[in-house]
């Protein structure tokens, strides 16, 4: 859509000029009919707009040969000194702000009817508020078109032409979306300066403007200049006279939070309600208006800080505005390398994985590159959704092969429960010597087999005390230890018989050992043999007989290793029955606590594997 600089509507603004100039004073200085007639050089095309002070026409300028923008004052506003003369100093005040991102203007004058004009360039594009509307409304053409990237570079350079104005004394006073223009081939363009305020004293340059009587062609202090919901708190209480830059940065705050949330800064309402917003101060966190929109919160911080009811809280310039948007840009373009650097190490890490999935020889290398590559890609983009998937398949199927670092930490933890197996076992075994004066009361019958069963337990003792402290005892180690620990066992059973007491110790015997070996089948196996033999022994007559069987049917128990006097045998069975119950609990207790604490472990990790991929 083709524009050319906008018509300025007195009913857009309560702006209420206050002047009473002499018509004849404001005219002085202006090319008169005679000196150059309009009908002469501009050639009259099209309507680009039409307000109440006048119409904006393509016109075409004969003697440069080329499309110009003319705008011009109704005869009947040109003879209101007051609307002259803002419409002359609107003209002068834009001609002397030579930037790219305000239109330059090339002729002013009188019309041969009587009518004030001024030429500029013609500039073709959308203003942003023209484009807001098509966001809001999702016209795809337009949502592909404006990305916020592309808003926001448009945004930085309004602030740079601002600042541009403000340093030869120029407050802009009515900026809005409405105001700005960006171009057809990335050109932006800052419209309608006709209530800019001149400085009476502007920076002491060469290229500082002219005041043009100061205040006094434009502006009353006390009176409301600025359209309501962009103008700053100080406009909207009527000091526009005295506002400062720091105005145009309200404004510029304005229209930044409608880029970034599709809504206005101060609702639609009455224009005395939006006063008393704007005066009250308004709400500029994007969070609290319009969290579906998702605003970085750098850039929320921005608004707020732009948009302060307080003068003195605001940026104190356009220019750290500026700056403040383009510190957020350079991180966001630095997101986006980083974002295509994860994806290019995701990809290699896909093809590793696959390798890894394959059951190659390689297959631990190619896993390896897998992790190294998956966590190079969420180092730079946390959020990489790929990643986050391919890291979750890598760490739930583990390989099938343990590699040698795995390896090697697994056959630690198998030696650390086998040190820990030899210091439990200790009490076991300490058991045995400390039931002997017990055994001593029953009566001993058979000394050899007794001190042989305290010899074979010493040894087991001493055994599982060089076991605790050896750094890594090997499976070996655990074999033999088993056999004598199995061997001082048979050797009790002349004592009850091989059916009473013995299969009960042999049980707890079996039971420690397996808990901490890895190939538990020929420990049972041997287990099994001993049990066997120890049955076999009385039967093939190695042995004497345990049992006798009498012809009304009850079992007698034949002594053989001790006697059996009535209260140590009492006390014997009753200390052989607790620690038939009592030591496989403790044993099983144990490993219990043990499997426990692996699977609170693994709970926790998949819990922070979780959150890691969610």
């Avoid at 206005?264 to 709400?283: Q, S």
């Avoid at 991180?331 to 890894?356: I, P």
């Avoid at 402290?469 to 066992?489: D, G, H, K, N």
């Avoid at 190939?519 to 022994?537: E, F, H, I, M």
Wanted: overall charge negative.
């Amino acid at each position: 859509m083709a524009r050319g600089m906008d018509e300025t509507d007195p009913g857009s603004a309560p702006t209420l000029p206050g002047s009473s100039s002499d018509l004849g004073a404001v005219r002085v200085g202006l090319p008169s009919p005679s000196e150059h007639e309009l009908g002469e050089r501009y050639e009259k095309r099209s309507l680009l707009g039409e307000g109440g002070m006048g119409q904006v026409h393509v016109f075409r300028d004969g003697v440069i040969g080329r499309e110009v923008a003319l705008k011009s004052m109704r005869v009947s506003r040109t003879e209101q000194p007051e609307a002259l003369a803002r419409f002359l100093r609107e003209a002068r005040v834009q001609g002397q702000l030579e930037h790219p991102a305000i239109v330059p203007v090339y002729d002013l004058g009188i019309g041969p009817d009587g009518e004030a004009y001024f030429t500029m360039k013609k500039i073709r594009g959308r203003t942003i508020e023209e484009i807001l509307v098509e966001l809001r409304e999702g016209a795809p053409d337009s949502t592909q078109r404006y990305s916020q990237r592309k808003l926001l570079s448009a945004f930085s350079s309004v602030c740079l032409a601002i600042d541009f104005a403000h340093a030869r004394g120029v407050v802009h006073r009515d900026l809005k979306p409405q105001n700005v223009m960006l171009g057809d081939f990335g050109e932006v363009y800052v419209l309608d300066w006709g209530l800019a305020k001149v400085a009476e004293a502007a920076d002491a340059q060469s290229d500082s403007i002219d005041p043009m009587d100061g205040e006094s062609s434009g502006t009353v202090h006390g009176h409301i200049l600025g359209t309501p919901g962009y103008m700053a708190p100080e406009q909207a209480r009527g000091a526009g006279a005295t506002a400062d830059g720091r105005a145009d940065v309200f404004a510029l705050g304005a229209i930044l939070f409608e880029l970034l949330t599709w809504q206005p800064l101060v609702p639609r309402g009455t224009t005395v309600r939006m006063l008393h917003d704007t005066i009250v101060g308004p709400d500029a966190r994007a969070i609290a208006r319009a969290p579906e929109r998702n605003v970085p919160p750098e850039l929320e911080a921005v608004c707020v800080r732009a948009c302060a009811a307080d003068p003195a809280d605001r940026f104190a310039t356009a220019r750290e505005l500026h700056e403040a948007i383009e510190r957020f840009q350079d991180g966001d373009r630095d997101l986006e390398r980083r974002r295509a650097l994860a994806s290019t190490h995701a990809e290699a890490a896909a093809t590793a994985a696959e390798r890894a999935f394959s059951g190659t020889p390689e297959a631990l290398e190619r896993r390896k590159e897998a992790l190294r590559e998956v966590g190079r890609a969420l180092a730079l983009d946390p959020g990489h959704s790929e990643a986050r998937r391919l890291l979750l398949r890598l760490l739930v199927e583990p390989p099938t092969v343990a590699p040698p670092e795995a390896r090697a930490e697994i056959e630690a933890t198998e030696a650390e429960s086998r040190r820990v197996g030899a210091r439990e076992g200790l009490l076991g075994y300490l058991l045995v010597p400390a039931a002997f004066p017990i055994v001593a009361w029953m009566g001993i019958r058979n000394l050899g087999l007794v001190i042989a069963t305290l010899v074979l337990c010493f040894v087991c003792v001493a055994l599982s005390v060089v076991m605790s402290r050896t750094q890594r005892p090997t499976e070996r180690f655990v074999f033999v230890v088993f056999i004598l620990s199995s061997a001082m066992v048979a050797l009790m059973a002349p004592q009850f018989g091989p059916f009473l007491g013995m299969p009960n110790a042999l049980g707890i015997v079996t039971v420690v050992f397996c808990a901490h070996a890895k190939r538990r089948g020929p420990l049972l196996v041997l287990a099994s043999v001993v049990l066997a033999v120890a049955w076999l022994l009385p039967l093939t007559g190695v042995l004497p007989p345990s049992y006798a069987f009498t012809e009304e049917g009850p079992l007698a128990i034949l002594p053989v290793a001790t006697s059996f006097a009535p209260i140590p045998t009492t006390i014997h069975l009753v200390v052989i029955s607790l620690a038939t119950v009592l030591i496989p609990g403790f044993l099983i207790g144990r490993v219990h606590d043990g499997l426990a604490a692996a699977r609170e472990h693994v709970s926790l990790q998949a819990w922070q594997l979780r959150q890691l991929v969610s």
